[in-house]
């Protein structure tokens, strides 16, 4: 039998239902990105003792078939799938995951319904889903969900108007019933250590892999996460309250400026009377259309949508995912062994 250190044994009894719930060594899940979160770094990830999970975006079921295959040629370990809960062919998507025997389909990008819920579940796979607040924690937990994910601000991409500090001590004290998972501008071990003890399962984390080796993301995509601080990852700025904005987590540049003048030149244009309200919507919602992908794929960082959480700070170089996950593991014991040094 290999030898654990006290430290290490502590920390997985601390995230041991994690672990048991997802089926790995570890109970760090990774967040899935779109145009990042595919076979290549999800299968890096699940081989490395984390959980991967294929973020299927706007992908079509064909597509997503195709993605699953090719991740189950990477890797015999557990990984899952990332499903929008808008996407027109959520049904397709979903039987596509059960023939693949995929083993936990994540939910999100809005509020699942029941009947989603149950046809996951009938079809022998856990259901993963998104807690913004605990009102609606509760509501899924009794609707099915198996596992919650609570998502605060500090993350990249689409983002909540809670930070994670908040949302940890509203839901974790009160949700006993299913594993949750914490995720959001989580960068170190000590910050999981600090979670599991507070009742948290285990943790999800993107932006530390979105710049990982095994990452497909653009060099200049990955430099740019290097290069980037804290305060660097900020989100997008809503000027008019007629003229929603879902905010978005990223990287301030080029395009992150022209979208502010964007929204600010088509309002005028709406109050002048030269286009209807409805036009003036359209427009600044297609504003980004596509610029995630020029960014990640083409590697354009200065007009593309760079989506990083505010974690982004502690991206100081393009590491394997074993090595971040190892890192992880090795900051969070030698809290515990620090903490052990004090007492005795």
């Not at 989603?116 to 807690?131: E, L, P, Q, W």
């Not at 009102?135 to 937990?141: P, Q, S, Y």
């Not at 019933?177 to 250590?193: M, T």
């Not at 036009?279 to 995630?292: D, P, T």
Request: with cysteine; net charge neutral; proline share 4%.
């Amino acid at each position: 039998m290999q030898y654990k250190s006290p430290e290490l044994q502590q920390l997985d009894h601390l995230w041991a239902r994690g672990r048991d719930f997802l089926g790995t060594p570890t109970a760090i899940m990774a967040g899935a990105m779109s145009w990042v979160s595919e076979r290549h770094l999800v299968a890096a990830m699940s081989n490395a003792g984390g959980f991967g999970v294929i973020a299927c975006g706007a992908m079509p079921p064909a597509l997503l078939d195709t993605e699953i295959t090719a991740t189950k040629a990477m890797t015999d370990k557990p990984f899952g799938v990332n499903l929008i809960t808008m996407h027109p062919q959520l049904d397709e998507l979903i039987q596509v995951c059960l023939r693949h025997r995929v083993g936990h389909v994540v939910l999100a990008g809005g509020l699942p319904s029941g009947a989603s819920i149950k046809t996951i579940k009938d079809g022998g796979a856990k259901v993963i889903c998104f807690a913004p607040a605990l009102v609606l924690a509760k509501r899924l937990v009794r609707s099915g969900a198996d596992a919650l994910v609570i998502e605060g601000s500090e993350a990249g991409g689409h983002i909540g108007p809670v930070s994670l500090t908040v949302l940890s001590q509203e839901i974790l004290p009160h949700i006993r019933d299913v594993p949750v998972f914490v995720a959001g501008g989580i960068g170190r071990g000590e910050a999981i250590l600090s979670y599991l003890e507070m009742g948290a399962s285990g943790v999800q984390l993107g932006t530390r892999f979105a710049a990982a080796k095994e990452s497909i993301a653009h060099a200049n995509f990955k430099r740019a996460f290097i290069r980037a601080s804290a305060r660097d990852a900020m989100p997008s700025v809503q000027f008019d309250e007629r003229f929603p904005v879902i905010p978005v987590r990223g990287l301030i540049n080029q395009g992150t400026k022209r979208f502010r003048d964007e929204q600010i030149a088509t309002i005028k244009r709406v109050d002048a009377g030269e286009i209807t309200r409805e036009q003036g919507q359209l427009s600044i919602e297609r504003f980004w259309a596509g610029a995630l992908r020029k960014a990640v794929i083409d590697g354009d960082v200065e007009e593309g949508s760079v989506m990083a959480g505010q974690s982004v700070g502690m991206v100081t170089s393009e590491q394997t995912v074993a090595e971040i996950i190892a890192e992880l593991v090795q900051q969070a014991t030698g809290a515990l062994a620090a903490r052990r040094q004090l007492v005795t």
